[in-house]
T-cell receptor, first 111, second 113 residues
C-alpha cells in the first residue's frame, strides 16, 4: 500500500470556523490531490499540486485553499467552514500520469 | 456536467457468477480509464486500468473492456466472490498536465453467498 496518511480522520466543527486537513506521504511522489466524496457525485477534485509550491484548482475549489511547502505534505484549508462542506475528504498521490493512490479519508461535519 | 457516468447505482450477483459493471463517458479527449474499489470507511483502491490504444485488459479475475466508438467501458469480475462486495468507481483521464481524474458516481456491488 502507498504510504499516505490523513489527519484528522474525523472532525466536527462549527459554521464559520477555519479548518485544516493534512495529507502526508512517504512515497516522494510528485503529484498530490484533494478530492471530496458526496452521495450522487462520486469523487470530485478540489485542488491538486504538481510540485512544492505548485498548486492549481480543480472542479470544486470555491471555499478551499491549499499549500504544499514540502514534497511530503499537502494541506487543505477551509477558510470559513459551511454546512455544504460536510463531506468525506480524500487525499491522493501519483508519481505521474498513471494511477492515483488514495489515503484513508477524513470525515468532516460542519454544524 | 458529469463527464463519466455509472447509471446503475447497485448490482447484486450470486457468488461464482459473473459481475458486469458499466461506465459511459462523454469527453473524447479521455485516453486512460481506471476502476477503483471502495470499502466503507476506507479510501478507494486501484483495481485495473486500460489505455485507449487497447480494447481489453485482464488481471486475474478482473477484465476491463473499452469500446471507444461507443464511449463505453465495462468491468467483468469472474467468478464473483463475497469479498468483492464494495462500491466500484470508474474514472477517466486525458493524461495531460497533472492527470486529473474524473470519476463516476459509483456502483454498489453485492455478491450473495
Amino acid at each position: 500500500d502507498a504510504g499516505i496518511t490523513q489527519s484528522p480522520r474525523h472532525k466536527v466543527t462549527e459554521t464559520g470556523t477555519p479548518v485544516t486537513l493534512r495529507c502526508h506521504q512517504t512515497e516522494n511522489h510528485r503529484y498530490m490531490y484533494w478530492y471530496r466524496q458526496d452521495p450522487g457525485h462520486g469523487l470530485r477534485l478540489i485542488h491538486y499540486s504538481y510540485g512544492v509550491k505548485d498548486t492549481d484548482k480543480g472542479e470544486v475549489s470555491d471555499g478551499y485553499s491549499v499549500s504544499r511547502s514540502k514534497t511530503e505534505d499537502f494541506l487543505l484549508t477551509l477558510e470559513s467552514a459551511t454546512s455544504s462542506q460536510t463531506s468525506v475528504y480524500f487525499c491522493a498521490i501519483s508519481p505521474g500520469p498513471l494511477e492515483q493512490y488514495f489515503g484513508p479519508g477524513t470525515r468532516l461535519t460542519v454544524t | 456536467d458529469q463527464q463519466v457516468k455509472q447509471n446503475s447505482p447497485s448490482l447484486s450477483v450470486q457468488e461464482g457468477r459473473i459481475s458486469i459493471l458499466n461506465c459511459d463517458y462523454t469527453n473524447s479527449m479521455f485516453d486512460y480509464f481506471l476502476w477503483y474499489k471502495k470499502y466503507p470507511a476506507e479510501g478507494p483502491t486501484f483495481l485495473i486500468s486500460i489505455s485507449s490504444i487497447k480494447d481489453k485488459n485482464e488481471d486475474g479475475r478482473f477484465t476491463v473492456f473499452l469500446n471507444k466508438s461507443a464511449k463505453h467501458l465495462s468491468l467483468h469480475i469472474v467468478p464473483s466472490q463475497p469479498g468483492d462486495s464494495a462500491v466500484y468507481f470508474c474514472a477517466a483521464s486525458a493524461r495531460t498536465g497533472a492527470n486529473n481524474l474524473f470519476f463516476g458516481t459509483g456502483t454498489r456491488l453485492t455478491v450473495i453467498p
